[in-house]
């Protein structure tokens, strides 16, 4: 309904702009008329150009924007996989550590009655065990069978505790990496969430461009509408003016036939061509026009876009590898300090991709706040080739690399900055910025 009111209000006020002046009655007037339609007609598509240009830019963008957010919405669904991944891992543990305690607790109950029965029986089993010996050699391996009892039963315990105490490390490691990658999926879907936003912004503003195109190109058709009419108009006129001046002309003749031979003497005497009915010396002036081109906007256009993409910060200042270093002991101070979505203090609390960028905005260099954008910056690098200092990035996450296969990030609010295994989760790319 509104773009119908839309519509109807542009067409009167296109109505009002429009108008053929009605007060031209002489083919200069209507001339000048025309040349002021060709004026607006082309001011009109000097406007078309820019607003098409604008247009497609913005639509350049839009479609960047949408294939970050196609982007975003794969390193998602990798973490869901990831998630589901470690979920399933937990479960597992989970399982093997209750054996383990049954087990535990089966070998825990099997020895105290052991302990009990002997407790109870005394020496008595123990020496009888021993008189009962055939011989020496018996005797001693029945009395090391007796002492190994309780041996055993301490060993199988040590062996059953260490199993479950090794389990339960796993399961808790395993939840750490199943948060952080929590973490990382409630970082992107902020960023999917921000993304979105500015997608709609860019919908609105290259669909107001297109109501603005529309009324240009309607303004643009009626100009040469108008051309059209007003060329009309002059070719009648001039069609008129000339019958009108072959007529004159035709009564001239026959007046110059019937006063053939005489001539007129003195001042301002006349001498007519009795052939061609001309006077001499008078000129014929020439009411012939050049049309100008009625022709219709240009719709070419320049249509190169600079998207704004990050080419890397230079760092002008010792060899990658050195200040790489640097960078990686700077990092290593703040191991321990906590998380916090959204901050960038390495001290008070810092998000993943806010430590990276903080630790390199202290040595002069400058890289992109978010992660999904810091996984385009600087070059990339495989990690086989991985540096000091470079920034391993995974699917909503980034950490700095240290060598030897481990990392430094802000990882998770319960654990805060920490080291870690670069290839603890899937390494979607390494970016090397120095």
Known sequence: MKKRVFGLVLGMILALEIVVPAGATTISGVRN???????????VNTQITGIQAQRDAL???????????????????????????????????????????????KQYESMKKRIQFMYEQGNMVYMQALLGAVNYSDMMNKAE????????????????????????????TLEDEQSQMRTAEYELEGEKKNLEMLVAIKRRSVEDFDAQLEDAKKKATAYKTQLQQQTE???????????????????????????????????????????????????????????????FYDDSYDDSYDDGSYDGDSYDGGSGSSLGQQVCNYACQFVGNPYVYGGTSLTNGTDCSG????????????????????????????????????????????????????????????TGIVYGYATYRTILAVRRVI
Do not use: W
């Open 233 to 295: 108009r002059i070719r009648k006129m001039e069609e008129k003016a000339r019958k009108e001046k072959e007529k004159a002309e035709k009564k001239r003749r026959e007046e110059a036939k019937k006063a053939q031979g005489s001539d007129t003497d003195g001042d301002g005497s006349t001498t007519v061509d009795i052939n061609t009915g001309e006077t001499e010396g008078g000129g014929d002036s020439d009411d012939s026009y050049d049309d100008p081109s009625d022709d």
């Open 33 to 43: 008329q025309r040349s002021q339609t060709q004026q607006n007609l082309n001011e």
């Open 355 to 414: 430590f990276t960028q903080a630790v390199y905005a202290h040595f002069g260099i400058s890289i992109p706040r978010d992660s999904y954008s810091q996984r385009s910056c600087g070059v990339g690098v495989a990690y086989e080739d991985a540096q000091p200092g470079d920034i391993i990035c995974y699917a909503g996450h980034v950490a700095l690399y240290l060598g030897d296969g481990q990392i430094v990030h802000a990882s998770t609010p319960q």
């Open 145 to 172: 069978y007796v002492e190994g009892i309780y041996s055993y039963d301490r060993e199988l315990l040590n062996e059953f505790v260490e199993t479950r105490e090794g389990i339960e490390n796993l399961k808790s």
């Open 59 to 105: 639509n350049t963008e839009l479609q960047t924007m949408n294939d970050q957010l196609v982007e975003l919405l794969t390193s998602i669904d990798i973490l869901e996989d990831e998630i589901k991944l470690k979920q399933k891992e937990i479960n597992i543990a989970q399982s093997d550590l209750k054996k383990a305690e049954k087990v535990e607790q």
